[in-house]
């Protein structure tokens, strides 16, 4: 009575006939996982639904199984419905899924099931422990089984670094390579370096795998310490502070390139070198030396102990005298440069005067003749020399 009231006859049978169409949806799942593969009319009088895999095997006929296959099974069969599930689903299970409408004609609908392939663990190869400094190094990381293939991402501790990929097909899946080259130093000593898989199967944490590099190198030694001005009396520790691997200890304290003073107020602890009570015979050239088998290094430290009482007399008289010298020893040199400029002036001027009348003489007695001229005119003039 709905459809006398609401619509003609011809509208109700062409709504009815639309939803006489099965309705299907694509279905994406992880390899390993669940497929649940659904069928729907929006109308129907009876008529069976029927689920088919890719090779046009009828899997359920309505609520009756029809292919032996324990990982198939029913969810749900009612008259506008058929919904079934794979379980542990394979690469093999991927394809185009036909729900069927027993109506005359037949209609069917179609579903592409999208299986995806988890890659595996990655794993790093071409490591060297221990690599030794200098030496060029390439890390390869690889990983199998990916659909659609994966994407692999290196890592230097937390800063990411590019690498070299390729990729390859092995049947359904992908193996995927990357590679990063290194010419290893002193700083890689200690670094972890990270292979990360990216891949749209990985729903929850990457796939990853981590490797550290050992690194050997010859030792680096500075002396550090903890007097700016050792003066008499004082305390003062010497510490040789070596970087190096293999770990270069003990370490060797030489002074003026000889042993150490036999004294009960210089000790040898380790790396550090202590004065408990300096003294001016703790003067000279203190040297320390490490070495491993990669090599040997060492650094010195010239001690000059100070006269505690000498320094607080006269250290700000010493200062006040330097700088009058300064200023004195500066107004000379001006001076001078003065006098010097003042005096090279009035000598060119005297030997001009004295030189006038002789370039226009005939022979040598004129020459001197004008010249006396000249000079019995210049007494008329002053002339001063300083």
């Not at 639309?18 to 299907?24: I, N």
């Not at 994407?151 to 992908?174: C, H, I, M, Y």
């Not at 670094?191 to 990853?208: G, M, N, S």
């Not at 790396?271 to 030396?289: P, V």
């Amino acid at each position: 009575t709905f459809w006398k009231r609401s619509f003609s006859p011809k509208t109700y049978v062409a709504f009815w006939i639309s939803g006489q169409y099965p309705l299907v949806q694509n279905v994406t799942v992880t390899e390993g996982g669940i497929a649940n593969l659904t069928c729907r009319v929006e109308f129907n009088d009876n008529t069976s639904l029927q689920w088919s895999n890719p090779a046009q095997q009828t899997l359920f006929f309505g609520d009756k199984k029809a292919l032996r296959d324990n990982r198939i099974e029913l969810v749900r069969a009612t008259s506008s419905e058929l919904t079934i599930s794979i379980s542990d689903v394979t690469l093999s299970d991927e394809g185009m899924y036909t729900c069927s409408l027993f109506t005359m004609p037949v209609r069917t609908a179609k579903a592409y099931l999208t299986v995806l392939g988890v890659p595996e663990k990655p794993e790093i190869d071409g490591l060297t422990k221990p690599a030794m400094e200098g030496d060029h190094i390439t890390l390869t990381c690889i990983t199998q089984g990916s659909k659609p293939a994966a994407d692999l991402r290196w890592f230097r501790n937390e800063k990411e670094v590019k690498g070299a990929k390729e990729v390859n097909a092995s049947g359904k899946t992908f193996t995927v390579r990357s590679s990063l080259q290194l010419q290893v130093d002193r700083n890689d000593d200690g670094v972890a370096y990270t292979c990360r898989v990216d891949h749209v199967a990985l729903t929850q944490a990457p796939q990853q795998a981590t490797e550290v590099l050992e690194v050997h190198y010859a030792p680096r030694v500075e002396i550090t310490h903890s007097l700016e001005v050792p003066q008499e009396g004082q305390y003062l520790k010497l510490e040789c502070v070596s970087k190096g691997n293999p770990s270069p200890d003990p370490v060797m304290w030489t002074k003026d390139g000889s042993e150490l003073p036999d004294l009960d107020r210089m000790i040898v602890e380790g790396r550090e070198l202590t004065f408990t009570s300096l003294n001016k015979t703790d003067n000279g050239t203190y040297r320390c030396e490490a070495s491993n088998h990669l090599g040997t290094s060492s650094a010195q430290y010239v001690l000059y102990v100070y006269d505690p009482n000498a320094l607080g007399q006269h250290g700000t008289d010493h200062a006040l005298i330097g700088g009058v010298v300064a200023v004195v020893v500066f107004v000379t040199l001006c001076l001078i440069i003065v006098l010097g400029r003042y005096l090279a002036r009035h000598k060119g001027t005297y030997l001009t005067n004295e030189a006038k009348g002789a370039d226009d003489a005939p022979d040598a007695d004129t020459a001197i003749i004008n010249a006396e001229g000249n000079h019995a005119h210049a007494e008329e003039k002053k002339e001063y020399f300083i």
